[in-house]
């Protein structure tokens, strides 16, 4: 594989001359855990890009859409989304909870209506009924055609749905055809000052969240990346894990703090019940806007610990749709895409075209006002209740090209998609082998033909977003992690243990691809070729 060659060469490197790297610049990780807690790797923090590199002046500037409804002479699309900042490109393209005049939308023939439902199985319920609907029904104005989710939660989203969805039919099965935008710090693991300082403070400590989705992976990985065990069940207590409180939805996680919610459950020690009780309270929160910031308003106590700041790649926005219905209307399809692609080049570029979106987010989300959501989509520090300071926000939009980084289009590029899509896939797994015994492959839930005939076609397209880095010095520890990347004595050739670590090093560093990595190797005594151990340091500061 490319990938691996390109990291093995890093690592022979390191072997042959026996050097000590310092500064070198990654962003990926992500650690795969047992029930047992097995840890995982560990990185960095850097600065987030204060730009997209794609200029204003190669994107033209579009006029804003209008508040009246548009009438469009196509069937209704019913797409189902969360609030989230990421999707601000599809606000700007649709005009409003309803397609708009002078909208994208309007131009390419899409009718388009924005549903807001922050509720995972009701997503997964409407997909269902559509489907079994459309088969007998192609003009069914029953459940919704597309969902938009957390990329990092599409394996558990997908393995819940898919079974039913193909008793309907094999071609009616979810796929991702799209991604909006990814979440920059929105979501995140809060929890208190004192688990930023020193993460194996957070042993004992319980985490309200959503299950299985992405904000709980947030606060799995961070935890794996630490040493720290994880406790899958969320009916006991571990003193020596990070435990869990399910909650309905990820605003449901935030009210649990603060409305101080506790619960009594059994103490287990080294896997097994000790028949000891113990209530629980809710220590921390994983969860995003405008849970973090109903937190820092309303009661404070908790910083931001860990975010997709820092894993910048683990949470790209991705929609979701029926595949026979997407090839049956491949046309109207396309020209979504267009449009939300169009719509993330606006609001990148303009900020009339942001804070039209903001507007416009307000009333599809029901919720606060438009300089809100701008306000929050840009990411700020703010001092909560209780006078710390708390990281609220951040997410950006995609456009065509950065869909075809995603998903690994682009020549030279990774399917970063699909690397997470597998990295937490694979978490859940392990954790919750009842529950989620296997789930669909990436080949079969990714279809990006829709993508591919849209960028065939058009021209002058702008280009994705860049991370830069900076010579700034690690400032902050995220996670330590040890590896022995090692080789047979004497020889410039890689064990199989070895490659296997490699490959998870480089999924790893995929998923949190906007930190600093610091590497330091070094060599034994035996032989002309040596075994060594690296060991990687990185900016907010983490070290794998």
């Known amino acids: 594989m490319n990938k691996l060659t390109s990291l093995g060469k890093i690592v022979i490197t390191l072997g042959i001359v026996g050097l000590i790297w310092g500064g070198l610049y990654f962003a990926k990780k992500s650690g795969l855990i047992t029930r047992k807690a097995k840890t995982s790797e560990q990185l960095g923090k850097i600065d987030l890009p204060t730009a997209p590199e794609n200029a204003a002046e190669t994107v033209q500037q579009f006029n804003l859409p209008s508040d009246a409804v548009a009438s469009v002479n196509s069937p209704e699309i019913r797409f189902l989304l969360w609030a989230w900042n990421s999707q601000m490109g599809l606000m700007y393209a649709n005009g409003g909870p309803a397609t708009t005049k002078g909208s994208l939308m309007e131009k390419n023939g899409v009718n388009l209506k924005l549903i807001r439902q922050d509720d995972v199985s009701q997503m997964q319920a409407s997909l269902l009924k559509f489907?079994?609907?459309?088969?007998?029904?192609?003009?069914?104005?029953?459940?919704?055609?597309?969902?938009?989710?957390?990329?990092?939660?599409?394996?558990?989203f997908l393995a819940g749905i898919n079974p039913e969805l193909e008793k309907v039919g094999k071609d009616y099965r979810a796929q991702v055809i799209y991604s909006c935008g990814k979440s920059l710090g929105e979501d995140k693991l809060m929890g208190p000052p004192s688990w930023k300082a020193n993460p194996q403070t957070a042993k004992g400590g319980t985490v309200a969240c959503y299950l299985r989705d992405g904000d709980w992976n947030i606060a799995v990985k961070w935890a794996s990346d630490n040493g720290i065990k994880v406790n899958p069940d969320e009916t006991t207590y571990d003193p020596e894990a990070l435990n869990f409180i399910a909650t309905e939805s990820y605003i449901d996680a935030s009210q649990k703090y603060i409305n101080g919610y506790s619960e009594e459950r059994e103490i287990v020690k080294n896997g097994k019940r000790t028949n000891e009780k113990k209530e629980v309270k809710v220590d921390g929160v994983a969860s995003r806007?405008?849970?973090?910031?109903?937190?820092?308003?309303?009661?404070?106590?908790?910083?931001?610990?860990?975010?997709?700041?820092?894993?910048?790649?683990?949470?790209?926005n991705v929609v979701i749709g029926i595949k026979k219905y997407c090839e049956d209307n491949s046309g109207i399809i396309e020209k979504m895409i267009e449009s939300i692609g169009q719509g993330g080049d606006q609001v990148k570029s303009f900020s009339s075209a942001l804070d039209k979106a903001g507007d416009i987010s307000a009333k599809v989300y029901n919720e606060e006002t438009g300089p809100y959501w701008v306000k929050y989509y840009k990411g700020l520090t703010e001092k909560d209740k209780l006078g710390y300071d708390v990281e609220l926000g951040g997410s950006g939009v995609s456009n065509l090209a950065d869909n075809m980084e995603l998903f690994g289009l682009t020549p030279g590029s990774t399917n970063v998609f699909g690397i997470v899509y597998t990295t937490f896939g694979d978490i859940v797994k392990k954790l919750y082998p009842e529950l989620m015994p296997t789930y669909p492959g990436v080949d079969d839930i990714l279809n990006t033909s829709f993508l591919s005939n849209v960028v065939a076609r058009t021209k002058d397209m702008s280009s994705a977003d860049k991370t830069t880095f900076t010579d700034a010095g690690i400032n902050q520890v995220v996670s330590e992690k040890n590896w022995n990347i090692e080789f047979p004595s004497g020889q410039a050739t890689l064990t199989t243990e070895a490659k296997r670590q490699l490959e998870t090093l480089f999924n790893d560093l995929i998923v949190a691809n906007n930190l600093k990595v610091e590497i330091h190797g070094h060599t034994d005594n035996v032989g002309t070729l040596f075994p060594y151990t690296t060991l990687f340091r990185s900016d907010r500061k983490s070290v794998v």
Do not use: C, H, W
């Open 131 to 156: 489907a079994k609907e459309y088969k007998d029904n192609p003009d069914t104005k029953e459940g919704a055609q597309f969902v938009a989710i957390m990329g990092d939660g599409a394996a558990a």
């Open 289 to 316: 806007k405008p849970g973090d910031v109903m937190i820092a308003q309303q009661n404070g106590g908790l910083v931001s610990v860990v975010s997709t700041k820092e894993y910048r790649s683990q949470m790209p």
